[in-house]
């Protein structure tokens, strides 16, 4: 059974930073381009972030670039998301995500509010 659990979410102020972690089980981690969505209530969920299975092509939405930093360790079956600078339009429920031969999986999701 795949699963995608994703922690590190939390309160933080502005301008500070947060790192999310996502653990997947249940499949062979290393093969799958591995996302990180956002969501608010009454919005799409958009894409943040990106990574290829060896790690050599990332992409990131405009408004994170310079700020936000994926990155993975296939040895632990492990996609992060380093966020810096973090500002209160970065306030949402944060998701790791891939899409399998069949469907695409998620996790719960992990919610960070910015805010003073």
């Known amino acids: 059974q795949v699963q995608l659990v994703e922690s590190g979410g939390g309160l933080v102020q502005p301008g500070g930073s947060l790192r999310l972690s996502c653990v997947v089980s249940?499949?062979?981690?290393?093969?799958?381009?591995m996302g990180w969505y956002r969501q608010v209530p009454g919005k799409q969920r958009e894409l943040v972030a990106s990574?290829?299975?060896?790690?050599?092509?990332?992409n990131y939405a405009d408004s994170v670039k310079g700020r936000f930093t994926i990155s993975r360790d296939n040895a632990k079956n492990t996609v992060y998301l380093q966020m810096n600078s973090l500002n209160s339009e970065d306030t949402a429920v944060y998701y790791c995500n891939f899409m399998g031969t069949t469907r695409d999986y998620w996790g719960q999701g992990t919610q960070v509010t910015v805010s003073s």
């Open positions: 249940g499949t062979i981690f290393s093969i799958y381009t």
């Open positions: 990574i290829t299975g060896g790690g050599n092509i990332r």
